[in-house]
């Protein structure tokens, strides 16, 4: 199948490699000119346990890319979505699908404006991935991927897709409701990835902090009332379980949440405004109290302003 990656940063870089492995036709797209480079010149540096290995995937810059694939998997940032999409229109081919695996809400809608809802497929991902610098990727433990049509017919085309991701090792599988996933995860990011970049702190350290079980409940319960507006039900309760798993060391507790990686340790902007964010917005769009919301976004903003010169 011809693939193009579009955003081939960690995540980016991670699918690509993994379906570029299995047999498809890979291309990666990026908007990092150093990055596509040094893939191009030298071949994409991969890096798993302690081991390297170069890989020839060819990359470009999205004003390079001609020809429409058969899927294109989006793994941009949050902020920077919108401008791919418009500078990728020339590669969204009729039957083009386009799967959707950032984290954050609202993505569906600024995806809809550019390419036919029968082509969209959402999707949450468990894997992780890291850049170690330009065409140099590190691959971390395991994970899998659901995803779900927007539009109902099209379940049969998106269950091979999921093949096509699985053949690959990505263990895909259909959703039968990844709007509610989406949410769920976004609560997950809207609580530890705010509050450790706030706090600066690992997963674990907050989890041990006598105000967390409160803070994370008040959090979820501000998701849950816009959610709600969405027809989508979270249950607070069983949400704040999911995210307290999250605490154990042999989970992800030992480690910094990727917000607290871009801003604090690395200095690039958040994807805060399509977590907390989104919830702080939509908030004031149905005049519902989204006060723990509001000041995460906020804190979050100002910390960027000190930090991100
Ligand atoms: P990333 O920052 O690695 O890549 C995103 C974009 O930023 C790419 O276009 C990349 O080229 C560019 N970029 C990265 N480093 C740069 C640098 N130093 N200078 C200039 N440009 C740079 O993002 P990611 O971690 O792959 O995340 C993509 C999406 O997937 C996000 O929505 C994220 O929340 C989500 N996600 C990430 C992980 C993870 O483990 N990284 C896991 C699940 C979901």
Redesign the pocket.
């Known amino acids: 199948m011809k693939i193009a990656i579009v955003?081939?940063?960690?995540?980016?870089?991670?699918f690509g490699y993994m379906l570029h492995e299995a047999g498809n036709e890979v291309l990666l797209i990026?908007?990092?000119k150093?990055?596509v480079d040094i893939i191009n010149k030298e071949g994409l540096t991969v890096e798993e346990n302690g081991a390297f290995n170069k890989v020839k995937i060819p990359a470009m810059l999205p004003e390079d890319a001609i020809e429409a694939p058969d899927l294109i998997i989006l793994?941009?940032?949050?902020m920077?979505l919108e401008s791919?999409l418009k500078s990728i229109k020339n590669i969204l081919g009729k039957h083009t699908k386009v799967l959707c695996?950032?984290?954050?809400l609202g993505h569906n809608e600024t995806v809809e404006k550019y390419v036919d809802r029968k082509n969209i497929l959402m999707g949450v991902?468990?894997?992780?991935?890291?850049?170690a610098?330009?065409g140099h990727v590190v691959l971390?433990g395991d994970?899998s991927l659901e995803v779900q049509n927007i539009d109902p017919n099209m379940e049969v085309e998106t269950k091979e897709i999921c093949n096509i991701l699985s053949q690959a090792g990505l263990k895909a599988h259909y959703s039968e409701d990844v709007i509610f996933s989406t949410w769920r995860k976004a609560c997950v990011?809207g609580t530890l990835n705010s509050c450790c970049t706030i706090l600066d702190c690992n997963i674990k350290e907050f989890g041990e902090l006598k105000e967390a079980p409160q803070l994370i409940r008040n959090i979820i319960k501000e998701f849950a009332d816009i959610a709600a507006k969405y027809g989508v039900e979270l249950n607070v309760e069983e949400v704040a379980k999911v995210v307290e798993g999250v605490y154990d060391p042999s989970q992800a507790g030992a480690h910094y949440p990727?917000m607290h990686q871009?801003l604090i340790q690395?200095h690039?902007l958040t994807?805060i405004d399509?977590i907390n964010g989104y919830v702080s917005r939509k908030g004031k769009e149905f005049n519902i109290n989204t006060q723990y919301n509001d000041l995460c976004t906020a804190i979050v903003h100002a910390k960027e302003q000190l930090l991100i010169k």
């Open positions: 955003g081939a940063g960690a995540m980016g870089s991670r990026d908007a990092w150093e990055h793994f941009t940032k949050s920077g791919m695996l950032l984290n954050g991902t468990l894997w992780t991935a890291g850049l610098g330009p971390t994970g990011n990727s871009d690395n690039r994807e399509y």
